[in-house]
């Protein structure tokens, strides 16, 4: 097996506030909407034609993404540790470590 090479051409494109709201990734453009008061939070992207929408409260709290709902659970920081997909109850990590207590 030999030595290969990967190539990628990132594009980022950012508002005049210099938040970024938009992402190619070798021509398939990835983008956000956000609300700008205070911290940038994202309400929805879209790519590809597929649009995920994200709920918040105080926090973020949930998401829809082709018409599938999923709750975010966090830790004590309010970083996302975990998501339960609605239908099934079951957690599906993101970018997460579970911590069971034995």
Avoid: K
């Avoid at 709201?21 to 070798?26: G, K, L, T």
């Avoid at 990590?93 to 207590?101: I, K, N, Q, W």
Wanted: hydrophobic letters at 40%; proline letters at 3%.
């Amino acid at each position: 097996m030999g030595a290969g090479s990967i190539t990628n051409t990132l594009v980022y494109t950012y508002s005049g506030d210099g938040v970024r709201v938009a992402m190619a990734v070798d021509g398939v453009e990835t983008r956000w909407i956000q609300d700008v008061t205070g911290l940038p939070e994202v309400f929805s992207e879209v790519s590809g034609g597929s649009a995920t929408l994200y709920l918040y409260g105080m926090a973020r709290l949930a998401q829809v993404e082709n018409g599938a709902f999923a709750w975010f659970l966090g830790n004590a920081l309010d970083s996302v540790t975990s998501r339960i997909d609605r239908s099934t109850g079951i957690p599906l990590c993101v970018l997460c470590t579970v911590h069971v207590d034995p």
